[in-house]
C-alpha cells in the first residue's frame, strides 16, 4: 500500500494481558517511529528505528514495553502486563529520511483500551 | 524547557474566517516547527514546518508566522472552509543528527462554521 499500516485498528486487552501492536511502514522508509497519544493530547515519542536498529528507546514508559523491528521493515511494539495507564492510540510513523526532516508519514493507529 | 505550549484548545470560526493557532516553546535548541492535522480516527500529517531562519512561510492557505526572540510561532489559515475542521498540533525539535524527537503541543480542536 501507499501508506503506513497498522495492525489492529483497535485491540481490547484484560488487564495483565499481553499485546502486540504490528506496524508496516511505507516500503523503503528508513526510518521508524512509535508514538503513544493520550485522548485529547498530543503524542509522545515511544521509540525510534533506523532499518533494523534502536536507536532510540528512552521513551518507553516501563519496562513492559518492548519493540523490534528485525528485517528493517516491520515492526511490533509489545506490551506485556498490560495497565489501564496503558490505555492510549500507538501510533506509527515512517520517513524516508533519517530524523523527521521530511516529515513523518503516520499510520491511523491502533486504539488500545485495557479494561 | 521541553515543552511545546498550544493555545488555544479549541477554536470555532465562521466558514471564510481565519483561524489562528499559536504555539510557544523555551528549549533554544528547537529548530524545527511543524504543523500537524489530525482528522478523527487518523494519523497526524504534516501540513506546514518552518525552520528559524525565516520568519514566514507560506503554502497555498496555511501560513507559519514565526517569532525567534519571543520562542513563538503561529499558523494561520485563510479563507476557513468547513474541510478545514480538525485537530492542529504544533511541534518542535532540535534539529541535529542524534535527536529527532518531535515534542508536541497538546493541540487545537477547530471547528468551522458553515
Known amino acids: 500500500g501507499a501508506g503506513v499500516s497498522q495492525s489492529p485498528r483497535y485491540k481490547v486487552a484484560k488487564r495483565g494481558q499481553d499485546v502486540a501492536l504490528r506496524c508496516d511502514p511505507i516500503?523503503?522508509?528508513?526510518?521508524l517511529f512509535w508514538y503513544q497519544q493520550a485522548l485529547g493530547q498530543g503524542p509522545e515519542f515511544l521509540t525510534y528505528?533506523?532499518?533494523?536498529?534502536?536507536?532510540?528507546k528512552s521513551g518507553l514508559p516501563s519496562d513492559r514495553f518492548f519493540a523490534e523491528r528485525p528485517e528493517g521493515s516491520v515492526s511490533t511494539l509489545k506490551i506485556q502486563r498490560t495497565q489501564q495507564e496503558d490505555s492510549a492510540v500507538y501510533l506509527c510513523a515512517s520517513s524516508t529520511r533519517r530524523g523527521m526532516d521530511y516529515g513523518y508519514t503516520f499510520g491511523s493507529g491502533t486504539r488500545l483500551t485495557v479494561v | 524547557q521541553q515543552q511545546v505550549k498550544q493555545s488555544p484548545q479549541s477554536l470555532i470560526v465562521q466558514k471564510g474566517g481565519i483561524s489562528i493557532i499559536n504555539c510557544a516553546y523555551e528549549n533554544t535548541a528547537f529548530d524545527y516547527f511543524p504543523w500537524y492535522q489530525q482528522f478523527p480516527g487518523k494519523g497526524p500529517a504534516l501540513l506546514i514546518a518552518?525552520?528559524?531562519d525565516v520568519s514566514e512561510k507560506k503554502e497555498g492557505r496555511f501560513t507559519i508566522s514565526f517569532n525567534k526572540s519571543a520562542k513563538q510561532f503561529s499558523l494561520h489559515i485563510m479563507d476557513s472552509q468547513p474541510g478545514d475542521s480538525a485537530t492542529y498540533f504544533c511541534?518542535?525539535?532540535?534539529?541535529?543528527?542524534?535527536?529527532?524527537?518531535?515534542?508536541w503541543g497538546a493541540g487545537t480542536k477547530l471547528i468551522i462554521k458553515p
Open positions: 511541534a518542535a525539535s532540535p534539529h541535529m543528527d542524534s535527536n529527532y524527537q518531535l515534542i
Open positions: 516500503s523503503g522508509h528508513v526510518s
Open positions: 518552518i525552520r528559524p
Open positions: 528505528f533506523q532499518n533494523e536498529a534502536q536507536l532510540d
